[in-house]
């Protein structure tokens, strides 16, 4: 019954995706979207390692590995842009690999400890070092293009993101319902017992962390040509606490929709209501203590949560 109501779903979010730039002429609502689509990448990433029972605060830091690494090797070794996408999300894989062995051995606590601390040094590398260009950043990265076709417009760069979501969420799907994402379940309800049954719960744990950083170096690798600058400070550990404020929006319990729609919410709230960029921490922060308090499963899980307060009601 799931997939006969799933399907039809999943085949309506993709009508309406490809034919959304159609119907919408607004170039700053594609602007939006497109963000959106970058920040669920993240999103996704951070709950893959939630349902290991892993925080991370460091997504930002990986998400500037992959910028970084495309903007690199387009602007001074000439590379494609193509060719960047999947070397920017293995040199992110990479990055995250070398640091998480050894962080994880220490448990989830070192794990938080070393994803928060890297966040803070990518950032001070990139401004310090002149080869990364320092403060000021990297500027005039080309826009990906195919042949005479260049990615300039709006639409382009949308459909661009589309797919390379569409990917995520295709791969992150086939991993959950895997040998993999059984034993994840597993970590995530209980470490000792997923030991007692053989699984080896640091290696699980770390091919979930390299995988989810994987995708953030690919966002990073589209981030850099479609704004075609790249500045240390957009790579905040700001942006790491909204990655995480993604998915608990969202749900912490929808590995996949959850940050999509914690996402949507996050980009396009603000801009509806035209809350000032100084001001939204502040809104930010009392709308997740609202969400924690009264709806703490997240915004998807509304739909379960509205019989059981009206089951509640009805026996007051």
């Not at 290991?52 to 690494?69: D, K, S």
């Not at 070398?98 to 601390?117: D, E, K, N, T, Y």
Request: hydrophobic content about 55%; charged content about 10%; glycine content about 10%.
């Amino acid at each position: 019954m799931k997939n006969r109501i799933k399907s039809p779903l999943l085949l309506a979010l993709a009508i309406g995706a490809i034919f959304l730039p159609l119907v919408v002429k607004s170039n700053y609502f594609l602007h939006l979207v497109i963000y959106v689509a970058m920040y669920s990448m993240l999103g996704m990433g951070f709950s893959m390692m939630w349902k290991n029972r892993l925080i991370t605060c460091g997504q930002a830091g990986f998400f500037a590995v992959g910028a970084y690494t495309s903007a690199l090797l387009v602007t001074k070794m000439g590379i494609s842009f193509w060719l960047t996408l999947p070397i920017s999300g293995v040199a992110s894989a990479l990055f995250a690999f070398i640091l998480f062995s050894a962080a994880l051995r220490g448990g989830p606590l070192v794990f938080f400890g070393m994803s928060l601390v890297s966040s803070f040094i990518v950032m001070e590398v990139l401004g310090t070092v002149e080869f990364f260009g320092g403060w000021e950043g990297i500027l005039d990265i080309p826009s990906a293009f195919i042949g005479s076709y260049f990615f300039y417009s709006k639409i382009s760069n949308y459909y661009l993101v589309v797919i390379l979501l569409s990917l995520n969420i295709v791969v992150f799907n086939a991993l959950y319902k895997s040998r993999i994402g059984r034993a994840w379940s597993a970590i995530g309800s209980s470490v000792p017992l997923a030991e007692a049954q053989g699984i080896n719960v640091y290696r699980y744990r770390l091919a979930a962390a390299t995988i989810a950083c994987f995708f953030a170096g690919v966002a990073g690798a589209f981030y850099s040509q479609y704004q075609n600058l790249l500045v240390p400070n957009t790579f905040s550990f700001l942006l790491s606490i909204y990655v995480q404020m993604y998915a608990l929006l969202g749900g912490l319990s929808f590995f996949i929709a959850g940050p999509i729609i914690g996402a949507g919410i996050m980009v396009f709230l603000p801009e509806s209501l035209r809350v000032a960029e100084q001001f939204q921490p502040i809104f930010f922060a009392i709308l997740v203590i609202m969400i924690v308090i009264f709806l703490p499963g997240g915004i998807l899980s509304l739909p379960r949560r509205i019989p059981q307060l009206a089951g509640k009601l009805g026996r007051k």
